[in-house]
């Protein structure tokens, strides 16, 4: 009466040493879900889930590996395994978001069934936390990178109106100053000297041409006017056929739907840039043929650009044409990517997506 009772306490003890809590699955359950609610940062969470395991089970090794771009790597541990862990699945309605590593304790060569029993439990409750951290770190991620998109625009903007300053105050603004000044002279020297007067206004008809020429060059760099006289399509037609015309010995084919329905202005803009760079491309650096320029319309506005060129050097750095290219594509949320084609060459995509109601209203078009 006095032994057994002794016994079976000083077995818990013991037990509880050994073996942690696991012979009280509600009090492991409990302390995990306190380490949970007083992880108040999204980085702290993985850390406290291994560090609850490993204290409330005794375990020397605790980890939890989660897969980053198609490899296994380890977010959070505790202790150091002296042999391969075993892993325990950690999922998410049905979805695999890591795994839980654990080490048997020193002196056994395996999980015990106990404990293995345990631990799948404890995998089944870390898994929406491990699921929330993931979704935590991609949401800021994505925050990070609207960030950098709003910099750079905002970046990109003020540049641009700078430029637009610079060449309006220092082009134009002189220009018409001086032709003010001519005229008026012209004006005076009319009854009393015509020829002198007709000198004036012949030198000031030459600074209204040069006006002309520079308020165009300011009004193809902030839309071609191409694309409002001839429409995305013909625009690119007619940028192909300069090419032709300059002597560069290699063709260009358009193969796109002669009737493109109305589209966002700067996705026309966009698609016009880069389909200009990446020729440019092609003529300096190709040494290619013939290149072909397909342009489709289906869940987005898809520009594929292949040349039959020397491909791509093993030893390429993206330069600044290739930059611009992405940067124009992610700015209106699409992408482009410059690989080389699996026939020789270089092959440029472009994807930007398009509102909804443009997609429905050109499905019947193609």
Excluded at 111 to 129: E, F, K, M, T
Excluded at 160 to 173: A, F, P, Q, T, V
């Amino acid at each position: 009466v006095l032994v057994q009772p002794l016994r079976n306490r000083l077995q818990r003890t013991i037990n509880q040493l050994l073996y942690g809590a696991r012979d009280d699955p509600y009090r492991v359950l409990a302390r995990l879900g306190g380490r949970l609610e007083g992880a108040f940062e999204p980085s702290s969470v993985l850390p406290a889930i291994v560090q609850a395991v490993s204290e409330s089970l005794r375990l020397p090794y605790v980890a939890i590996a989660l897969e980053q771009s198609g490899n296994i790597e380890i977010a959070a541990a505790s202790g150091v395994s002296a042999m391969e862990p075993t892993r325990f699945p950690l999922n998410y309605q049905g979805n695999l978001v890591g795994h839980l590593l654990v080490s048997p304790r020193r002196g056994e060569s395996d999980i015990a069934p106990v404990d293995r029993s345990l631990l799948v439990d404890l995998a089944q409750q870390a898994g929406a936390a491990v699921h929330g951290v993931r979704l935590m770190a991609d949401l800021q991620h994505l925050t990070a990178d609207l960030q950098r998109s709003r910099e750079r625009l905002v970046t990109t903007r003020e540049e641009e109106r700078r430029r637009l300053r610079r060449d309006l105050h220092d082009g134009l603004g002189p220009q018409l100053a001086s032709q003010t000044l001519t005229l008026t002279a012209a004006r005076q020297l009319l009854r009393t000297d015509p020829d002198a007067a007709d000198s004036l206004l012949s030198e000031a008809t030459k600074h209204a041409q040069t006006a002309i020429t520079d308020i165009r060059r300011l009004v193809y760099d902030l839309r071609p006017p191409a694309l409002d006289d001839l429409g995305l399509v013909g625009a690119l037609r007619a940028q192909t056929t300069q090419y032709g015309a300059s002597g560069v010995h290699f063709t260009v084919n358009v193969d796109a739907p002669e009737l493109l329905p109305s589209l966002p202005a700067a996705v026309e803009v966009a698609c016009y840039r880069i389909a200009q760079e990446a020729l440019t491309n092609v003529v300096r650096h190709a040494n290619a043929r013939h290149c072909v320029i397909t342009l489709t319309l289906q869940d987005g506005l898809r520009l594929e650009i292949v040349d039959d060129g020397k491909g791509l050097p093993p030893d390429r750095q993206a330069g600044v044409g290739f930059a611009s290219m992405r940067e124009r594509a992610e700015e209106l949320g699409g992408t482009c990517v410059v690989e080389t084609n699996e026939g020789g060459g270089v092959r440029v995509i472009m994807h930007l997506p398009i509102a909804a109601e443009l997609s429905r209203e050109t499905e019947g078009v193609f």
